[in-house]
C-alpha cells in the first residue's frame, strides 16, 4: 500500500467517524498537499487532517475511538514510507 493509499484510508475512516462530509477531490488535494509540504516537517496524517477539517478536539477523541479509524492510523509501513521519501527527495 502506497502512503498515499494510506493517507485516503486514514481520512475516509476520519471521515466516517465524525460525521464530516468531504468531497473526494477535497481529499485528495489535501492527501498530495500533505506528502508534497507537511510530511517531511515530521507531522503526522491525521494531526493535519483534523487541523484542515478544523475538528474540535472532541470529535478528534471520538474519531480516534472508532477501530477503523485506530487501524488505519495504527498500520506503518517504515520501508515503504523510507522509500517513497527518498523517491520524493530524489525528484527535487
Known amino acids: 500500500m502506497s502512503a498515499e493509499e494510506r493517507y485516503n484510508r486514514i481520512a475516509n475512516a476520519t471521515l466516517d467517524a465524525s460525521g464530516y462530509a468531504l468531497g473526494r477531490s477535497k481529499v485528495r488535494r489535501l492527501v498530495r498537499e500533505f506528502t508534497g509540504r507537511v510530511e517531511r516537517n515530521g507531522f503526522e496524517f ?5 487541523n484542515a477539517l ?4 472532541d470529535t478528534r477523541r471520538r474519531a480516534l475511538l472508532n477501530p477503523d479509524v ?10 515503504g514510507e523510507t522509500a517513497v521519501g527518498n523517491v520524493m527527495r530524489e525528484g527535487r
Open 70 to 79: 485506530a487501524r488505519a492510523i495504527s498500520y506503518t509501513d517504515p520501508t
Open 54 to 57: 478544523l475538528l474540535d478536539a
Open 46 to 50: 491525521f494531526e493535519f487532517f483534523t
